[in-house]
């Protein structure tokens, strides 16, 4: 602790943290919210699982102008450490066509090849679209959804998985940035429902945006929320193939088998069954 407070002082040297509040709604990281005398606010974020503050970091200056996201202080990618501006706001009460909008306007930001981020956000040209049925086949013999899904359910899923893989090959090289977690947990509302701020890049990566898609769409939303959404993703530039669903949810399957290998009671897993279930 002495050596972050440290850091502090120097992140922020004209700075006296008054308050330091534990933010909640985080599973993968350490998020507090720190008040200083003079009124100003920031998030303080320790990684604890993977590392990936240098990406964060490297997306925020990338992002800046194109989409809103909070302004990073200081960063320590050795430590783990990241400091941003706190981005006052709600998680509810967004407007689906604002949502939308944002989500082409991550969209617009391209790599040279599709992959998963290295830190100076250089793509490995990993075809993050490929495989999904050997990927479903592996979480459900390491995961935990023996006793969660029958074997009926479990045949039926490598079904799915396999013709979806073969579908899943019009998006080979697609290299556009993937936020990865696009959801409203991660989304701040401003003023009318606006898009204030996109949290939490750790996840991203370059390739389709049907995959953030078919995040924001994988849990029941309200009436209207999909087409308006939808809508507002096109009027900003996105582009939609005339499958953009099945494709949307077959790449959505990639997280949605990745819970199965998570401990039962995390919260997500009982999710994932439901919407694997949900599949056909």
């Not at 309200?222 to 953009?244: I, K, M, R, S, T």
Request: aromatic share 8%; hydrophobic share 45%.
């Amino acid at each position: 602790m002495g050596d972050l407070d440290a850091w502090l002082r120097g992140a922020l040297p004209r700075e006296r943290i008054v308050e330091r509040r534990q933010l909640t709604g985080g599973h993968s990281n350490h998020n507090e919210l720190l008040r200083t005398e003079r009124g100003h606010r920031y998030v303080l974020r320790r990684y604890r699982g993977t590392n990936a503050c240098a990406k964060e970091a490297a997306l925020a200056a990338r992002l800046a102008g194109i989409v809103p996201v909070p302004e990073v202080v200081a960063a320590d990618p050795a430590a783990g450490v990241l400091l941003s501006r706190f981005v006052p706001g709600a998680p509810i009460a967004l407007e689906p066509f604002a949502v939308g909008e944002t989500l082409a306007r991550i969209g617009s930001v391209t790599f040279p090849t599709p992959g998963f981020f290295q830190a100076a956000l250089v793509p490995d040209e990993a075809e993050p679209t490929a495989g999904l049925d050997a990927w479903v086949d592996r979480c459900l013999r390491e995961g935990n959804a023996d006793g969660h899904l029958t074997a009926a359910e479990r045949a039926r899923l490598l079904r799915y998985a396999s013709a979806a893989t073969d579908d899943l090959r019009v998006l080979a090289g697609a290299r556009q940035l993937v936020h990865a977690d696009y959801n409203p947990k991660n989304l701040v509302a401003g003023p009318g429902g606006t898009v204030a701020a996109v949290l939490d890049w750790e996840f991203a990566f370059s390739s389709s945006p049907l995959f953030d898609i078919g995040n924001m769409l994988r849990d029941p939303r309200p009436d209207g929320f999909a087409a308006a959404f939808v809508a507002g993703f096109a009027a900003g530039g996105g582009e939609l193939p005339p499958n953009w669903r099945e494709l949307s949810r077959a790449l959505d399957l990639y997280s949605l088998a990745d819970f199965l290998t998570r401990p039962v009671a995390h919260p997500y897993f009982a999710r994932a069954i439901t919407r694997i279930r949900a599949l056909g």
